[in-house]
């Protein structure tokens, strides 16, 4: 009888392009919840303990931040990859751009807090 083992894609991603490729897709794809996943099982897979001393983040809180119920904050997501050596790089998107010289313009940000948080 053939044995059938349950795929773990961390044993495949053991170098940084690896890595840096896997997430990559991910964010080409636009699978949110699966690149926050996906980032949490890599971290996982290099040592959660290690991860928390690079990010000075705690190991419990890192858990709780890439499970599968909770959001991250940006933040703990940018340490944790740079933990694990993964930098972003952000380009112009290959949208045409609008047309009569029209230019975008950021709103203003306002300083007021909102009451919604986002879980760690």
Do not use: C
């Amino acid at each position: 009888m053939t044995e059938i083992s349950n795929f773990d894609v961390s044993e495949y991603l053991d170098t940084d392009e690896k890595i840096a490729d896997y997430l990559t897709s991910l964010i080409e794809d636009k699978d949110w919840d699966l690149l926050l996943r996906a980032i949490g099982h890599i971290a996982k897979a290099k040592g959660m303990t290690q991860i928390a001393k690079s990010t000075g983040l705690g190991r419990e809180s890192l858990y709780k931040a890439f499970n599968s119920t909770t959001q991250p904050k940006f933040d703990t997501v940018i340490r944790v990859l740079e933990a694990l050596n993964i930098s972003l790089k952000l380009h112009p998107s290959e949208k045409p751009k609008p047309k009569g010289g029209t230019r975008i313009r950021p709103r203003a940000i306002s300083s007021k807090k909102t009451s919604s948080k986002i879980a760690a």
